[in-house]
């Protein structure tokens, strides 16, 4: 397993942008897939896009409707979801997965999750 580290989380307004990124605590990742999934309280977690490492094939969750991106950033051993036209509904708390295969939109087969951070969007 993976120690998962996610920064960016914070509160915007409707309509605002947000960057989320995803590192492992040694500074590059060793891992096949990273995904990230978001949960509010009193739901399951659900699932918002994930990405090959090595491929760059990415795959998304019906909820971000083309407003989120996933990439890798290299530079930094990182991967950010850049979230762009928020609304009040996609406030919830953000975890990042990762795992040595491709879990795609499998929730559970991601082998670590990240602590999760708070995305708060304001009317």
């Not at 942008?17 to 590059?28: A, E, I, P, Q």
């Not at 995904?35 to 009193?42: H, L, M, N, T």
């Not at 950010?80 to 919830?92: I, N, Y």
Request: charged fraction near 15%; aromatic fraction near 10%.
């Amino acid at each position: 397993q993976v120690h998962l580290i996610v920064n960016g989380g914070g509160l915007v307004q409707s309509g605002g942008s947000l960057t989320l990124s995803c590192s492992d605590s040694k500074g590059t990742f060793s891992s096949f897939g990273v995904g990230w999934a978001r949960q509010v309280p009193g739901k399951d977690r659900e699932f918002v896009a994930a990405i090959m490492l090595d491929h760059g094939t990415t795959l998304y969750g019906e909820s971000p409707e083309g407003r989120f991106t996933i990439s890798t950033d290299k530079t930094k051993g990182a991967v950010t979801l850049e979230m762009r036209s928020l609304q009040p509904e996609d406030t919830a708390l953000y975890f990042c997965g990762a795992s040595p295969w491709w879990s795609g939109k499998y929730l559970p087969g991601y082998q670590s999750w990240s602590q999760g951070a708070q995305v708060t969007v304001s009317p």
